[in-house]
């Protein structure tokens, strides 16, 4: 048989399966083998009669399996199957994907249940009279009355000590037996059930085509459309038949809020996996998860592998959400893979958005996927009244502009909530004019310039061409450029100046570092401890405030001039998101966007809220200057600590690449170009982007690569197919 272990050397190692152990063998299972002088953890990944055909007739003998440590296997042969192909298709290592798919917590030597120790009565009643002494008697009534409890807790709960307990135990009084006691991260029994509402004939109505499909369905629906409430009678659809589910959620986005709703409706049989949760708590949620306890996942994108059973429904919430691709290897994009795996295991896959990625969008007007849309709000709330506020004409060049100023005032007036936004990406790298307020763009692409402070100059993350830091604007002449930009602490301030009396929040990652800081804040505000809640992307999303009827979006324009070709799309989806977190009870909600480029497509389309609108413009730019989803794109990233080589190296592959693109079909690879963060860590890094019409020519030509030109031993060489994140 072979075993895939887990050393990242990315071969399978074939061991002989003892005769004890042969009967009770199967893929998936976790068995302990001798790999050099010690004994190591893998899993079987393929089960051969005999002879192994790469060892036949060689001379030394194939080492025995010591043991199987697990005789459930932890993943079926579809799941191996789904990782073999993630694994192909990210260029990655199989072990890394399996890591990827089995939570460390399971795999550690020594994770176990955890077993602790339960006290309870053991008379049948009351204590016999006279027995015992008065201390005993009353702790007996009292576990009595709470009808027993564990160790720990029973010690806290009644001030005692665990030899007093052993006392009774002893006199025959009380038993305390060890039992399973599974963590879990839900505290059940203060969540309140919930009941299906009736659906209006928007969600029914694409409730009925996820019921019927038999492709993968774009819920393409507004903010507060009521997207959650399809997803979880689609769900109870599936468990009533039998199935589970995945709900997939950005990990910003799960908060104790998210999983609430999904608890309420169903319960204990909704198992969580989230970065949060301790590692017993991970191992006792994943077991919960393999043995069927629970059916329905929530969590982020490694929830994609979930051992569920009878996996008949797969949600993807927020699909267009960054964070379902991983940035290291393997980098995997969760929501392909929840494409993936459901066309495998036969189950329906929904995937959710109110702005869709343009590959999602893509797709569906392929006819590849199915589109459900919800255009209005369910419920109470309405879509908010859009503003949209030229920061040119504010001659203070405040923070705030006067518009936003008086709408603040008026909601501290009427005790209602403002959201005020800050977008941090792309912050400062570009530099703009102050007058004009045109960003420095490269002549080539359709992205600004990135300024390099190393060596004094404006880099095109695209295509690599660069000049020289103009000392005029080459827009309007002006002398007035800058690479300033405003940050949260110093809004806050200027908050504090504009609005003595008002109550701020701060949330940005420098006040939420502390573990649950994130939930006190918004806790806090929800409560309406505060009247206002300034924040950066991570109040983003999936809020739910009703009281907030204002949200002033500071600095539209700052994710525009990333150096990325999908800055308007993202600029598109904040402005969206952002936008749909005001009115969401019966107050109606306006919005305040501020901005130095009005005529944006991006702000105009957002500002009306119309997502197909900028999709349709969007597309067409990305068709015209080639790239995803017209083809795919693969980063390839050459980090060196020391600077020479990684440019010489970097360089090198370039050239090697255009030399031999011709042998790949349509292969068109890029010059090579510091990244924008040049330096991480301590590693100079530098970077390739290769474009394809398939995936498949750019992972020959890698292959290809690395095989012909090996890296120095000093350079770290990395690819990332359908890369997210070009900085
Ligand atoms: P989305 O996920 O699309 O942003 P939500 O599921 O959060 O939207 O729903 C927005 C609000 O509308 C929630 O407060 C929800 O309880 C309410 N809602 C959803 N569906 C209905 C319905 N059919 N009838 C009444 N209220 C609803
Ligand atoms: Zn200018
Ligand atoms: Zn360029």
Redesign the pocket.
Known sequence: MLVAIDLALDRLFEYNVPEALAKKLAVGQLLCIPFGHREARGFAMAIMEDAPSSTAGKAYKLKDVSSIVDEIPFFGPSTLELVKRIASYTLSPIESVLKAAVPAAVLKPGAKEKRQLYVECALGGEMPKGEGTERQRWLYAQLRRVGGGWLSQVVEEFKTTPSTLRQMQKAGYIKIEEVQRRRNPLNISRILPSRP????PG?QAALDAIGKATKPVLLF?V???????VYLQAIDRELKKGGGAIVMVPEIALTPQTVQRFASRFGHRVAVLHSALSDGERYDEWHRIRNGEASVVVGPRSAVFAPVKNLSLIVVDEEHDTSYKQDVSPRYNARDVAVMRAAMEGAKVVLGSATPSLETWANAKKGKYSIASMPNR??A?SLPKVNVVDMAYEKDRGIFSRALMDAIQLRLDRGEQTILFLNRRGFSRSLSCEDCSEPVMCPKCSVAYTYHKADQCLRCHICGSWCEVPAKCPACGSGRLSYGGIGTQRAEEALAKCFPTAKVLRMDADSTSRKNSHDDILGAFRKGEAQILLGTQMIAKGL?FPNVTLVGILNADSSLNMPDFRAAERTFQLIAQVSGRAG?AELPGEVFIQTYSPDETAIIAAAKGDFEQFAAGELAVRKATNYPPYCHLAAISVQSKNQKLAADWAQMYAKSLAGASKHFGSLDAGEAVPAAIEKADEWYRWQITVRSATASAIAAAWKWLVAVRPPHKDLRLAVDMDAYSLV
Do not use: I
């Open positions: 509402l009736p659906l209006n969600q629906g903010t507060g459309s009521g997207k959650t409430e369910a419920g709330g739910d969401r």
